[in-house]
């Protein structure tokens, strides 16, 4: 059975810095990545990597988060620095999915999310 556990979210003031961490169990070798959904929004794309390292983000994060994995641990990460009031989210951690970057009814196994709220 594929689990995700997410962990790291919280409240940061905006400029700020978060660091999100997933570990995964049941599944290795895999593109993991994040997908974020702000209040009354759809949940959308944030970034990818591949079992290799192969990295993909989406246009709204590109330079301020940064996505990485410790293929030992089955784990991957996201820095996120610069922090804007409109990253508020939950986050979500995907796994186990074929375009890149990924849809979300690509997605077949998700976290339950973190929350991050940026405050100004």
């Known amino acids: 059975q594929v689990q995700l556990i997410e962990s790291g979210g919280g409240l940061v003031q905006a400029g700020g810095s978060l660091r999100l961490s997933c570990a995964a169990s049941g599944l290795n070798t895999d593109d993991m990545g994040w997908f974020r959904q702000a209040p009354g929004k759809e949940r959308e794309f944030v970034s990818t990597i591949s079992w290799r390292g192969g990295i993909y983000y989406a246009e709204s994060v590109k330079g301020r988060f940064t996505i990485s994995r410790d293929n030992s641990k089955n784990t991957v990460y996201l820095q996120m620095n610069s922090l804007k009031l409109e990253d508020t989210a939950v986050y979500y951690c995907?796994?186990?999915?074929?375009?890149?970057?990924?849809?979300?009814?690509?997605?077949?196994?998700w976290g339950k999310g973190t929350l991050v709220l940026v405050s100004s």
């Open positions: 995907a796994t186990n999915y074929r375009r890149i970057p990924p849809v979300e009814n690509d997605v077949n196994y």
